[in-house]
């Protein structure tokens, strides 16, 4: 597809594709690591794990700031989009600062699947890509199966709902718009 048939809706689908692969795949890593930590090792701190996290932050700032650079024109759902991520950011290290302040760890994860199925599916509506919303779905029962399981059960439950609603929705966004530039 050439330039000037690449419609915003096409280009703000582009960029979604970015963070949801770059989260997805971090904290699949992150979930996975910890998991393989805790379950085969004998190191006492498998949590540290998460620190893969800072990769996203940094990486999201920096990708954020030169995509703002490079925008010409400003449409509302750039905006829309751009404010979900920053508020999705605040909620997801708030909820980690109360989970860590009342040490509530071994409860954390049903709540942040839930988020990321309900993040996916809004973003599923605004980029109007089904997939997304459907993955989200999925995520659900991902969720009301994890508060059934114990913790370290449920970092293979987070690392299934990321794999679902972000890594593979992520990759065939991707897909869609090499697709489309060939």
């Keep these: 597809m050439n330039q000037e048939n690449f419609s915003a809706q096409d280009s703000l689908s582009v960029i979604q594709s970015f963070y949801l692969l770059l989260w997805g795949w971090l904290v699949f890593a992150a979930a996975i690591l910890n998991f393989c930590l805790f379950k085969f090792t004998n190191f006492s701190q498998p949590y540290l794990a998460w620190n893969l996290m800072w990769i996203g932050v940094i990486a999201s700032i920096v990708k954020g700031i030169r995509d703002g650079r490079n925008i010409s024109v400003k449409t509302y759902m750039d905006d829309t989009m751009k404010y979900f991520g920053i508020s999705q950011g605040i909620m997801y290290a708030g909820l980690a600062f109360i989970f860590g302040y009342y040490n509530l760890w071994e409860r954390a994860f049903p709540f942040y699947i839930l988020l990321y199925s309900v993040a996916c599916f809004f973003m ?59």
């Excluded at 114990?150 to 718009?177: C, D, M, N, R, T």
């Design 124 to 182: 599923g509506c605004m980029l109007q890509f089904r997939l997304l919303k459907w993955t989200a779905l999925l995520c659900i029962p991902i969720m009301v199966s994890s508060v059934f399981f114990s913790f370290q059960w449920q970092l293979l439950h987070i690392a299934l709902a990321v794999l679902i609603s972000y890594i593979i929705p992520g990759h065939l966004l991707s897909l869609k718009e090499k697709h489309q530039n060939t």
